[in-house]
């Protein structure tokens, strides 16, 4: 229920506060006083968007505020987004700035515009007369009887489902072609992986095989040379040069008495004759290790030979390159196997959404068709209420393929004459139209415990006894819920418990406020004769009153 609404610096009204009753409320005004002005108030705190064209002239912002007594559902989507629940008293403020920029508090705690639009639909009801020419939607016509067969909840799982099977097929085209592209190049990338996992890589091998290879090539000469130094150091005739420093160590080390540092020059010798017998067991070493084998030269050299030709082939300039390549190849490879194994899994899982997603179809079905019936029956009756005698209101369901809201197609057929029905949006006028949204709204008040309802302007098109029929549904309404009607009929203006009026001053500000016993007469009055107010007008106003 909405108890109290404040408004300031939106558009026409420079102030408002007003206090509503539960019950049923009657707003009524001369044309283009504000009353649109009022709902679109209310449509943004209800998360509608706003700009700064809504802000009045010369002002810096607009702030609107309502007092609301919400139903104990909201109670968990409030506390989930940390905004006290306060018994269910909430009090939501919307803030527009002058930049087009807007901040909203529930409780006076900081929240999203998309929380506003969440909660809007358990706060307040707007019927608008835009939203009457809804009803040739066939979208609008699947919600009514959803809202009645009370399956909304099993058809957002099923717009879950649906939404889940798009994704997961658009993901499926995308591994296919994928996978498409890959089996196209996988042959290529087969033999590619095969040439070079068959090489046996590793990482350096060139550059070994190249200093073995410039050994055993020259390895008759090196060991001609390591021969020749073996000789120098050890000749075949005479002194060798490790016995000579050893018989100059011998000699120096007897002047050592004689003659100051000879001792040193001693010891540097003794160093000097034990490095060259080192040098020389070295070469004797290498020189043992050299191959003379022709055999080994041809396997370095093949082998040399079908590296570079990789390299070549490959594009490659060392072998380090041709190992990633190979590896490049090898994802590919596993790429593709792994693809395969997800595009099954994914096969799997949608075909498994997709049984998920037809037995909830069934079962939306079931409760569809039974409700369907029912909720004709309770719209025709209301209509005949209404004083279309003969009219005769159906709900017919088709098969129809697939889709986020189920395998069914509605269609609302009606007939004011007793003939049979046809496609709604084809043959109902203004007024009849008026009357059919009217019927649907009271038959989906009674289940919807929706706490406040507007109705602006939903006689369009309708006057005499029938006006004052839908006054009547309107009246018993509000025994159960708040309603507010925007009216210009006197018949349903004379049925709420209270009535508001909506005015205009000299200086374009829109305000509203509550009426008198005697003010309502004379609104009412002012309805049936227009502006100028006769006694017959007020004694017509008192006995709709009475």
Known sequence: MLRSLHIENYVLIDSLDISLPEGLGIITGQTGAGKSILLGALSLLMGAKGDASLISAGAQNCIVEGDFSAPEALQPLLEEADVEWDGGNLLIRRVLNASGRSRSFINDSPVNVQLLQDIAGSLVDIHSQHQSLQLA?????????????????????????????????????????????????????????????????????????????????????????????GALLEPEEGMSVESALKEAERLLGKLSQLVPGTGELAERLHSSRIELADIAETVTDLDSHISLSQERLEQVEDRMGLLYSLMQKHGCTSVAELIASREKYSEALFD???????????????????????????????????????????????????????????????????????????????????????DVAKCASGGEISRIMLSLKALMAKYAGMPTMIFDEIDTGVSGSAADKMGQMICRMGENMQVLAITHLPQVAAKGSAHFVVEKSVDAISTMRRLSDEERINEIARLLSGERITEEAKANARALLN
């Open 336 to 422: 593709s196997t792994s693809l395969e194994e997800k595009q099954a899994a994914l096969e799997k899982d949608i075909e498994t959404t997709r049984k998920a997603h037809l037995a909830l179809c069934t079962k939306i079905h079931s409760a569809r068709a039974k409700s369907a019936p029912a909720l004709a029956a309770g719209i025709q009756e209301s209509l005949r209420f209404l004083e279309l005698d003969r009219a005769v209101f159906a709900v017919e369901l088709e098969a129809a393929e697939p889709s986020a809201t189920g395998q069914d197609a509605v269609m609302f057929r009606f007939s004011a004459t007793g003939t049979a029905p046809v």
């Open 137 to 229: 939607d066939r979208r609008f016509q699947m919600n009514v009887l959803d809202y009645y067969a009370g399956c909304a909840e099993d058809v957002e799982a099923c717009r879950g489902l649906w939404s889940d099977i798009l994704s997961k097929t658009k993901e499926l085209d995308r591994i296919r072609e994928r996978l498409s592209r890959l089996q196209a190049d996988r042959e290529y990338n087969e033999a590619r992986f095969k040439q070079l996992d068959d090489a046996r890589l590793r990482d350096g091998e060139l550059e070994e095989l190249e200093a073995e290879q410039k050994q055993l090539a020259n390895a008759e000469s090196i060991k001609e040379n390591f021969a020749a130094v």
